[in-house]
């Protein structure tokens, strides 16, 4: 499968194993920043379902796609150069104005404007990719912007929230959710990229609005369920209030089958630190017919966040263990 990068189109067999990567924020680029060290046949499958913020500004006064994840993709994706740098710094800038533009990433409004100039959401960011020299493509998730709704529990209470950025807040623990529209189109690139990977990455991040919002979209489901790639789920370093307080780490991987019973997995990537029961997880990934790889992922100082080295060097072992014939679900200990 092609990429596109600051040349042009280049072919596949030029820059390693054809890799996609599904999220959002902060959890998708720090896969990203990782997997730039493994290839450039890279594809980011970003979530399009932030409303607030300045993505919730500009998606209630323009009929786009929120940009703000798709920005922070294509940042992490930018060449390592004084050129790609200058314009990643300005892409992530926030207009500091005492005026209505107040807060707004600067990147988000030159988003918004190259899909009002081009009235085609994923050429606009291949024209943003082309301008960072980004290492890789990102494509929404959904041509059309969607809205996630929570049924959360909170003590004896049931109730229900609706939009990314409430469910985040929302007291109580997220039981089930779901998207409105509930079968949105999908760009014909997102399910070619799956179908045409070696490898598809899903995690870290908020798990119920990043990760699990692809599961709920058919058209994704199926190219997941579908696809001759193989596949990893990368699991967070710290629980999430609210959405995940009260799971396990095993949990994470278990509820995954409740949105996506054809999914099979073939690599779980955990930091033994963030496991609270290991054995428990080797049992939820064999139900899913994946290994467990324990790495340290941490950063040194040890908050909860990815090492862009150690998560690419964690990624590379477990794409490396399966270049020769996979065998039955395994640990791969530290």
Known sequence: MPYLDAAGWVQRGESGQSIVALGGGHGLSATLRALRHITHALTAVVTVADDGGSSGRLRQEMPI??????????????????????????????????????????????????????????????????????????????????????????????????????????????????????????????IEAISEADWVVLGPGSWYTSVIPHLLVPHINRALATTDAHR????????????????????????LREYAPMLKLDVVVADPTACDDIDDLIVAAEELGARVLL???????????????????????????????????ETWLP
């Open 65 to 190: 796609l929120p940009p703000g994840d798709l920005r922070m993709a294509l940042a992490s994706l930018c060449e390592e150069s004084e050129w790609g740098l200058t314009w990643r710094d300005v892409m992530q800038l926030r207009l500091d104005t005492t005026g209505p533009l107040n807060g707004h990433a600067l990147g988000n409004l030159l988003i918004s404007g190259l899909w009002q100039l081009l009235d085609d959401p994923v050429e606009g960011l291949d024209w943003v990719g082309r301008l960072l020299g980004a290492q890789g493509r990102v494509l929404p998730m959904s041509a059309t912007p969607i809205d996630i709704e929570a049924d959360m529990l909170d003590g004896e209470r049931r109730y229900v929230v609706s939009g990314q950025s409430k469910v985040a807040v929302a007291p109580g623990t997220v039981e089930h959710v779901r998207i409105t529209p509930k079968a949105p189109d999908v760009p014909s690139a997102v």
């Open 232 to 255: 990893a789920l990368v699991l967070n370093l710290a629980r999430q209030r609210g959405e995940t307080d009260l799971m396990s780490t095993a949990d994470h991987v278990r509820v």
């Open 295 to 329: 790495r340290q992922v941490r950063t040194g100082d040890g908050a909860p966040h990815h090492d862009p080295l150690r998560l690419a060097a964690a990624l590379r072992d477990a794409f490396d263990g399966f270049l020769g014939e996979v065998g039955q679900p």
